[in-house]
């Protein structure tokens, strides 16, 4: 059956958007342009450890919570994602990699909306501050016998691994992920340039949250911002709710990467909507959610992952982070899915998902498509 959908680009172009079989078959101008709404694709979330009460990091993750975690993120405008395993125990993060292989191997809709599983440590830094929410008590250095039988559980969908590029293994370590197909990323570290630098030649191409897991207080030069700004080699994964980067940190981020060398993410824990107040997660321990919606670890100022939806982020970085909405919706969509090794065409293009919602979050189109 054919439908169509009319509405405006996020460059504000109009367009009568045609869908077929579950895919876009075609995008052409529309005639008429009075009265049109702001469309947006399904959004693509390379950092999600949780959602409306699914927790990837519970004890004992089931496969149920993972189904959840794909319906309540499509809800909300985001239709792919990878699930994010923070540090914890090896036998914890073992089990909520077959948990995710056994959801992706139960349901179609499971298995399109995570294309691989992002995992967010141990092999950070120990150290206060850089460390943030992540427990101590599990951090250990870079292994590549561990990494490999993380492999054993979840064939080809180990996609993103954050690693501190300080630890005197990293280089090696990288080197062998890489290899393997996985993109590392750097962050959660006290590191210096060179070793920014060596974690980049070594295969390092990605910079979880910049700005974000590293001490409160920095020199003003050198110090593992600017090494990592500076390196073209790195894409900045950037937390857009408000919260995590003020506006004039993240305008000067994405200037200095180009809009092309950065992704938004929610990294959105599983009290994401929940009322203000203290909570017990797996995902910093006790932990308060301010009135202001920000998610954080007691009597402290560090933040405890976010609450945001990813279509949040990519309002507020149109309406105060110094990009256009055309740009920051690419920074949701069809950059992370390529990042991600997305196999089919995303945005509002033909053979893309008919996946088509408003930017308030109103679904237009949706499909169980490709």
Known sequence: MRRLVRGRLPDGRPVEIACERGAISGVSPAADDAGLVT????????????????????????????????????????????????????????????????????????????????????????ADGARGAHDAAWIRPPSI?????????????????????????????????????????????????????????????LSTHLGNGVAALLPRHP?????????????????????????DTFRAMVRAKGVQRCVLTSDAVALAGLPAGEYTTPVGGRVVIAADGSIRLPGSALLAGSGATLIECVRWAAASGGVTLAEAAA?????PAALLGIDVPMGLVPGAPADIQTLDGVWLASTDGP
């Open 145 to 205: 016998a561990e990494f490999e039988r993380w492999r054993a559980d979840a064939p080809g969908l180990i996609g993103i691994v954050t690693i501190a590029p300080e630890w005197p293994e990293a280089p090696e370590w990288i080197r062998h992920a890489t290899a393997a197909g996985v993109r590392v990323a750097l962050g959660h570290s006290a590191a210096d340039g060179d070793h920014i630098r060596a974690a980049a030649e070594a295969g390092a191409s």
């Open 223 to 247: 110090n593992l911002i600017w090494a990592q700004l500076a390196d073209d080699r790195l894409t900045a994964l950037l937390i857009a709710d408000g919260h995590h980067l003020p506006p």
């Open 331 to 335: 920074m949701a969509c069809e950059q």
């Open 39 to 126: 469309l947006l694709p399904g959004l693509v979330d390379v950092q999600v450890n949780g959602f409306a009460g699914f927790d990837v990091n519970e004890e004992g993750l089931l496969p149920d919570t993972v189904h959840g975690l794909v319906d309540a993120l499509r809800a909300h405008g985001t239709t792919r994602f990878a699930p994010t395993i923070i540090t914890g125990s090896e036998e914890r993060i073992r089990s909520a990699l077959r948990a995710i292989v056994t959801a992706r191997r139960e349901r179609h809709e499971t298995r399109r909306a995570i294309p691989c599983i992002n995992i967010e440590g141990p092999f950070l830094s120990p």
